[in-house]
C-alpha cells in the first residue's frame, strides 16, 4: 500500500515538474519574441496541446499559470490573460471523444478557434473593466497557426521525452 502511495506521489511530482519546466520554456521563448498584447502564440499552442492530450482540468490549470505569466509581461489588465487562456484550456479537454487529435487540420481548426476565443474574451474583459479596447489582429496567428502541427510534435517529443507515452485523457 505504501508502495503504490509513493509510485502515485512520484507520478504527480514528475507531472508538476513538467508543466513548471514547460511553462518556463514556454516563457522564455516567448520573450525572444515579445508581442504587443496579451495572445502569444506558443502559450497558445501548449494551452491546447494540454487541454487536448490530458483533459479540461490540466488545460486550465496551464491556461491560467500561463496566463498570470503572460499578462504580467504584456501591460494588460491583470487576470484578463489568465481567464481567457483558462476558458481556451478548458475547452479544448471538453471537446468530444469523436474527435482525432492527431490529425494537423483538425490542430489547426481547434488552435484558430481557441485564439479566437481568447481574443474575443479579452476584448470584452478590457471594454467592461477599462473601456478602451482595440481591435485583435489575426494577421500574424493565422501565418503561425499554419505551424501548428509542427509544434503539436515538439510537444510530442516533448511529453515522450518526459513519460515514455501519450495517452488521450478525456
Known amino acids: 500500500m505504501i508502495t503504490v502511495y509513493c509510485f502515485l506521489k512520484i507520478a504527480v511530482m514528475k507531472k508538476l ?21 496579451c495572445g502569444t502564440m506558443l502559450g497558445i499552442f501548449f494551452i491546447i496541446f494540454i487541454g487536448l492530450y490530458n483533459g479540461s482540468y490540466a488545460g486550465c490549470g496551464v491556461g491560467f499559470f500561463i496566463g498570470i505569466i503572460d499578462g504580467v509581461f504584456s501591460a494588460t489588465t491583470l487576470g484578463v490573460c489568465s481567464f481567457s487562456y483558462s476558458i481556451v484550456g478548458y475547452l479544448a479537454g471538453r471537446l468530444p471523444k469523436r474527435i482525432d487529435e492527431n490529425k494537423p487540420v483538425t ?29 485583435p489582429s489575426f494577421g500574424w496567428h493565422i501565418i503561425t497557426t499554419i505551424l501548428t502541427p509542427l509544434f503539436f510534435l515538439v510537444f510530442k517529443k516533448w511529453w515522450l521525452l518526459w513519460f515514455g507515452r501519450l495517452d488521450v485523457e478525456r
Open 107 to 135: 490542430q489547426i481548426v481547434v488552435v484558430l478557434l481557441g485564439e479566437t476565443i481568447s481574443k474575443a474574451i479579452n476584448l470584452i474583459i478590457e471594454v467592461l473593466f477599462t473601456g478602451t479596447y482595440g481591435i
Open 17 to 37: 515538474l513538467f508543466y513548471f519546466t514547460s511553462i518556463v520554456l514556454i516563457i522564455f521563448f516567448e520573450s525572444i519574441f515579445p508581442v504587443q498584447h
